[in-house]
T-cell receptor, first 110, second 114 residues
Framework: QKEVEQNSGPLSVPEGAIASLNCTYS??????FFWYRQYSGKSPELIMF????GDKEDGRFTAQLNKASQYVSLLIRDSQPSDSATYLC??????????FGKGNQVVVIP | KAGVTQTPRYLIKTRGQQVTLSCSPI?????VSWYQQTPGQGLQFLFE???????NKGNFPGRFSGRQFSNSRSEMNVSTLELGDSALYLC?????????????FGPGTRLTVL
């Protein structure tokens, strides 16, 4: 079982719509979770950090954490062409490392 | 506040050579982690340093090593380079590396092994 899974294929959304990304993790001991945005050829940029059950909002981004279901999601509201990127989900493991999913590519269509 | 810096940004080496990459964390951050990113394997953890001590190491061969200095700057070294070592090497900086600390990446070093 992979530590962090992001199973959805590329996601195409119209400009202005909501993009929804999902992520599951295998270790119930993981306490915090990260969403990074990575543009092609660039390094990952932290966009959300969450460690409490429920929702956390930051601008157009909302992260949702459900520890009972071992599930993390990211919503991007009012999607813009500049949101077109790969989104990486990561879980913090007790030995001070992040385990990453493979990422989801998002394409926002003008 | 300055971000994480990595040098050099690009490197081209040949098989068998060795390479040293450098990372300077955000001021005040004492934990530095290193990751390798390839198209096939994604982001994989190499090792993490805190207060000049390696606290954790990923599943990479001994050719990959690192160290951290008293000013929290870190270096990683890859000896006897192989073609498969071609990747983007990223370092991440956090206050202490704990679960409640945000982790920020540097711009990366793109290593090409010919």
């Amino acid at each position: 079982q992979k530590e962090v899974e992001q199973n959805s294929g590329p996601l195409s959304v119209p400009e202005g719509a909501i993009a929804s990304l999902n992520c599951t993790y295998s270790d119930r001991g993981s306490q915090s979770f990260f969403w990074y945005r990575q543009y092609s050829g660039k390094s990952p940029e932290l966009i959300m950090f969450i460690y409490s059950n429920g929702d956390k909002e930051d601008g157009r981004f909302t992260a949702q954490l459900n520890k009972a279901s071992q599930y993390v999601s990211l919503l991007i509201r009012d999607s813009q062409p500049s949101d077109s990127a790969t989104y990486l989900c990561a879980a913090h493991y007790g030995n001070n490392r992040l385990a990453f999913g493979k990422g989801n590519q998002v394409v926002v269509i003008p | 506040k300055a971000g994480v810096t990595q040098t050099p940004r690009y490197l081209i080496k040949t098989r068998g050579q060795q390479v040293t990459l450098s990372c300077s964390p955000i001021s005040g951050h004492r934990s530095v982690s290193w990751y390798q990113q390839t198209p096939g394997q994604g982001l994989q953890f190499l090792f993490e340093y805190f207060s000049e001590t390696q606290r954790n190491k990923g599943n990479f061969p001994g050719r990959f090593s690192g160290r951290q200095f008293s000013n929290s700057r870190s270096e990683m070294n890859v000896s006897t380079l192989e073609l498969g070592d071609s990747a983007l090497y990223l370092c991440a900086s956090s206050f202490q590396g704990d679960w409640d600390n945000e982790q920020f990446f540097g711009p990366g070093t793109r290593l090409t092994v010919l």
